[in-house]
Nanobody
Framework: QVQLVESGGGLVQPGGSLRLSCVASGRDFSSYIMAWYRQAPGKEREWVAGISAVGIAGTSDSVRGRFSMSRDSDKNTVYLQMNNLMPEDTAVYYC?????????WGQGTQVTVSS
């Protein structure tokens, strides 16, 4: 069974960039639909981006043009490249895997955008 570990979060200034990574352990990672979600304090968890097993990716309207998701099956890793970060992007970012209804979440990584 897959386990997910996120990394790459931190404190950045507005306009800066970060790349989040989510490393999967276990078998059958390549068959998982992967996604990134984020949750700010007091707000609902929000879908940010997703990618299929064959690498077809999409993003939410709020981040489109600034964020992009990719996967590297050889490294069992998915990424979220975040550019032109804004204070409203501040949240805990979570990696999610979905294998035909079997859901697994990572522990989250904090992203703070502030001057």
């Amino acid at each position: 069974q897959v386990q997910l570990v996120e990394s790459g979060g931190g404190l950045v200034q507005p306009g800066g960039s970060l790349r989040l990574s989510c490393v999967a352990s276990g078998r059958d990672f390549s068959s998982y639909i992967m996604a990134w979600y984020r949750q700010a304090p007091g707000k609902e968890r929000e879908w940010v981006a997703g990618i299929s097993a064959v690498g077809i990716a999409g993003t939410s309207d709020s981040v489109r043009g600034r964020f992009s998701m990719s996967r590297d099956s050889d490294k069992n890793t998915v990424y979220l490249q975040m550019n032109n970060l804004m204070p409203e992007d501040t949240a805990v970012y979570y990696c999610k895997g979905n294998n035909r209804g079997l859901i697994v979440w990572g522990q989250g990584t904090q992203v703070t955008v502030s001057s």
